[in-house]
């Protein structure tokens, strides 16, 4: 099993920026790929930003440019970095991990409101 807990969600205003982590703990040997995802009220969840153990990233179209992800293997964590937020970026924002099965946070929200 592998836990997964998510910080740094919060009210913020458009423009602004903030910074979600991750922490992996239990048995996370294995883990391959790590992801953010995000779901809006009324809305799908949808994956915004995702690494492999190699370093490879990838984006959502919506926030390439703004948001950067990230890894610390020492801490076993995963790092969201979002700038420029804007109202649309509104949603819970999940973790997700993949190695022998997949996880999931619980979810942190965010909130770009003036």
């Known amino acids: 099993q592998v836990q997964l807990v998510e910080s740094g969600g919060g009210l913020v205003q458009p423009g602004g920026s903030l910074r979600l982590s991750c922490a992996a703990s239990?048995?996370?040997?294995?883990?391959?790929?790590l992801g953010w995802y995000r779901q809006a009220p009324e809305k799908q969840r949808e994956l915004v930003a995702s690494?492999?153990?190699?370093?490879?990233?990838d984006y959502a179209d919506s926030v390439k440019g703004r948001f950067t992800i990230s890894r610390d293997n020492a801490k076993n964590t995963v790092d969201l970095q979002m700038t420029s937020l804007k109202p649309e970026d509104t949603a819970v924002y999940y973790c997700?991990?993949?190695?022998?099965?997949?996880?999931w946070g619980q979810g942190t929200q965010v909130t770009v409101s003036s």
């Open positions: 690494i492999t153990t190699g370093g490879s990233t």
């Open positions: 997700r991990v993949l190695g022998a099965k997949g996880y």
């Open positions: 239990g048995s996370i040997f294995g883990i391959y790929w």
